[in-house]
Nanobody, 124 residues
Framework: QVQLVESGGGLVQAGGSLRLSCAAS????????TGWFRQAPGKEREFVAA????????YYADSVKGRFTISRIYAENKVYLQMNSLKPEDTAVYYC?????????????????WGQGTQVTVSS
């Protein structure tokens, strides 16, 4: 499994921005589609965004499209999630997911490695 560490979470006011980072160990990290998921209290872990190994394609949940941007920097072995125009409903623990198995990118079971998560809290 790939070791993943998320960072960049915190407390921000509605309308503000945060940039999450997913740092990975393992040279196979960039060979797979990488995803971001989030989980709010009492809710299922849900898909947020994903980026292919080459960075040629990105995918976003409808709820974040136009506000969030996922990117990959190969030299740093990292994937980022830039979050703008944050809303209180974005409050959740955000997880980085790696080792995509080729099935649906929208399902967490499609990813074999997960980070421990970083808390994002958006106040109104």
């Amino acid at each position: 499994q790939v070791q993943l560490v998320e960072s960049g979470g915190g407390l921000v006011q509605a309308g503000g921005s945060l940039r999450l980072s997913c740092a990975a160990s393992g040279r196979t990290f960039s060979r797979y589609t990488t995803g971001w998921f989030r989980q709010a209290p009492g809710k299922e872990r849900e898909f947020v965004a994903a980026i292919t190994a080459t960075g040629g394609s990105t995918y976003y949940a409808d709820s974040v499209k136009g506000r969030f941007t996922i990117s990959r920097i190969y030299a740093e072995n990292k994937v980022y999630l830039q979050m703008n125009s944050l809303k209180p409903e974005d409050t959740a623990v955000y997880y980085c997911a790696a080792q995509y198995d080729g099935s649906s990118i929208y399902e967490r079971r499609s990813f074999r490695s997960w980070g421990q998560g970083t808390q994002v809290t958006v106040s109104s």
